[in-house]
């Protein structure tokens, strides 16, 4: 196994599922990473069907930073493909500043594996959630091509029906890692 899949492998089994999907999740990603298939897409959309992907959400005490997705037509964490030969979080390093003008490198925070549709191109998304404390006050650049808007909305608020799947079990785990 070389060196960098490891150090990914390591980074998926050090998590602490959340629950039965996490866990689920969790097996399936250590299974595939151990198979030795590719784990970068190489050609855009959807090339390999399954690859590596990176959500970084910056975070407060009431919320979460999300944005209007062009592409995805979705309020999403800002995140992005792992590159080829990438680890996830260098993707977030680069992605974060990319995206949002600002640097930071978190550790994971939880696993999901998602079925994406778009563009007549089906794939699975496996992507690391990382969570970023930041305060508000914080100025953003964020990326006008990607995104229509950003905006921090409350825990209580957040737009489960027109975002991610997982985004509510990602605030779930956040609240259990604060409480």
Avoid at 131 to 150: G, I, K, N
């Amino acid at each position: 196994m070389s060196e960098l899949r490891a150090a990914i492998r390591a980074e998926v089994a050090a998590l602490a599922p959340l629950d039965a999907l996490e866990e689920e999740h969790q097996q399936a990603t250590l299974a595939w990473i151990d198979s030795g298939a590719e784990l970068w897409r190489r050609i855009k959309p959807a090339t390999p069907a399954v690859h590596l992907a990176t959500y970084f959400a910056l975070i407060d005490a009431e919320g979460i930073l999300l944005v209007d997705h062009k592409n995805a037509g979705l309020w999403l964490p800002t995140g992005g493909h792992v590159d080829p030969g990438e680890h996830p979080r260098e993707a977030v390093a680069r992605e974060l500043f990319e995206e949002l003008g600002v640097r930071h490198l978190p550790a994971p925070t939880l696993l999901t594996r998602t079925q994406v549709d778009a563009h007549a191109a089906s794939h699975l998304d496996v992507t690391l959630w990382y969570a970023l404390p930041v305060a508000r006050s914080l100025p953003l650049h964020y990326d006008q091509a990607e995104f229509h808007e950003a905006r921090w909305f409350d825990f209580d608020q957040l737009p489960f029906a027109d975002s991610d799947p997982h985004l509510g079990r990602f605030a779930a785990k956040l609240d259990k890692i604060r409480a």
